[in-house]
């Protein structure tokens, strides 16, 4: 069975630190792009970050530069967003996704979602 379960939002006050985890398992995780994606009620989904599998290089909204960073460790078959001095604007429904092969910015080209953590940033 193929799973995607990220975990480790909250409610976290501005300036705040949340560290969300992403466990995979049914797929071959290294062989897999790993995206992290949110989305606020009444807004699209976005992509906030995508690592590459063969490189671990990562890409990243301009809004959450230099505040989250995205990691993964294959080893584990767990993919990770520290996300760091968190703003209201942050909060929304995380959920990470895997798409085989390099990252993509379409949404439609990811093969495999979980079903989200809710990250709430108060102020």
């Known amino acids: 069975e193929v799973q995607l379960q990220a975990s480790g939002g909250g409610l976290v006050q501005a300036g705040g630190s949340l560290r969300l985890s992403c466990a995979a398992s049914?797929?071959?995780?290294?062989?897999?792009?790993i995206g992290w994606f949110r989305q606020a009620p009444g807004k699209k989904r976005e992509r906030v970050s995508c690592t590459e599998t063969e490189d671990g290089s990562t890409h990243y909204v301009d809004s959450i530069k230099g505040r989250f960073t995205a990691l993964r460790d294959n080893s584990r078959n767990t993919a990770y967003l520290q996300m760091n001095n968190l703003q209201p604007d942050d909060t929304a429904k995380y959920y990470c996704?895997?798409?085989?092969?390099?990252?993509?910015?379409?949404?439609?080209?990811?093969?495999?979602w979980g079903r989200g953590t809710l990250v709430t940033v108060s102020s």
């Open positions: 049914g797929f071959n995780f290294d062989e897999y792009a």
């Open positions: 996704a895997a798409e085989r092969g390099w990252c993509s910015s379409s949404e439609s080209m990811y093969n495999f």
